[in-house]
């Protein structure tokens, strides 16, 4: 189970259209961490234990996706791959993180693949936690989603959206801790709203914000060879993510030089696998 909360310092950055808050943990030390959460339905909570125990000799921050937790919804639907990475490296910017190591979690693994083959010269390695690198195909008869006008997220109860992630394949800790699923939810007339833009799958921003460049969309495996820094994946054995027997045959065969560990968990990692999670974490970042 998740690793209990530890004391820590909050604050937000400016990046782009939206305020992005953290969490910040240690102080100076060994080279810094920046944690991104994964999508559904992570953000910086889940990662509270996980960042205190590695921020023993170093700086550790954990911040909410745009779009998601305590930041705020970008009122040009920027949920582009690139708004991703200049939030995160604001982020380090702002701390004064010089070469940190990016962790990068589900949704947030793809990010932390995109950044490690952007902007080597900004980090010190990459840690890829439990990602999707081939998308599962959509359920029977799934309606097509709009990309904007969604409307938010509602639910009757607290213990209603608990249920409604506990039918998920791999449920997130939300599911299962009340308090953790408190935090996730904003109490409003009509019932408990999740902290997240039922727009966040948008990727390309409207009104001014369509007028910013961005980079064309890239494949996840492109990106992976693209990756200079030093990299690792960590593997949730019990995790839907690698139901695909070709994900590891790929990667086996075209990206030998990425070392994959493994946690016993589902796609949960920090709930599930805390302890082992960190002894990886502290192996891959060794005495840097």
Do not use: C
Not at 110 to 127: P, T
Not at 270 to 280: C, L, R, V, Y
């Amino acid at each position: 189970m998740a690793l209990p909360n530890v004391p820590h310092k909050t604050g937000r950055v400016n990046s782009g259209d939206v305020s992005i808050f953290y969490r910040a943990f240690g102080g100076s030390g060994r080279t810094p961490l920046v944690i991104m959460h994964g999508a559904n339905y992570f953000d910086s909570y889940d990662w509270i234990g996980v960042a205190g125990a590695l921020a023993a000799d170093r700086a550790v921050v954990a911040f909410d996706r745009r779009g998601w937790g305590e930041s705020t919804w970008s009122p040009s639907k920027d949920y582009s791959l690139d708004a991703h990475m200049s939030d995160a490296l604001a982020v380090a910017a702002h701390l004064n993180f010089e070469r940190p190591i990016f962790i990068g979690h589900s949704a947030s693994a793809r990010l932390a693949i995109a950044l490690g083959a952007n902007f080597a010269d900004k980090m010190a390695g990459v840690v890829i936690v439990d990602p999707q690198l081939i998308p599962p195909p959509p359920p029977p008869g799934a309606p097509p989603r709009q990309a904007t006008g969604n409307p938010p997220t509602m639910y009757a109860s607290i213990e209603a959206a608990m249920g409604t992630f506990a039918k998920l394949s791999n449920p997130p800790r939300i599911s299962h801790d009340r308090e953790r699923a408190g935090n996730a939810l904003i109490r409003l007339e009509g019932g408990y709203m999740l902290k997240r833009d039922p727009d966040n799958g948008n990727v390309r921003p409207v009104g001014e914000g369509a007028q910013i460049p961005r980079r064309p969309p890239s494949d996840v495996w492109k990106d992976l060879a693209a990756i200079k820094p030093r990299a690792v994946i960590v593997r949730g054995l019990r995790s839907d993510r690698w139901a695909n027997p070709t994900i590891l045959e790929r990667l086996a065969r075209d990206h030998a030089n990425i070392p994959i560990v493994t946690v016993d968990s589902q796609h949960d990692v920090p709930d599930q696998a805390p302890e082992a999670f960190i002894a990886h974490v502290r192996s891959f970042v060794g005495t840097s």
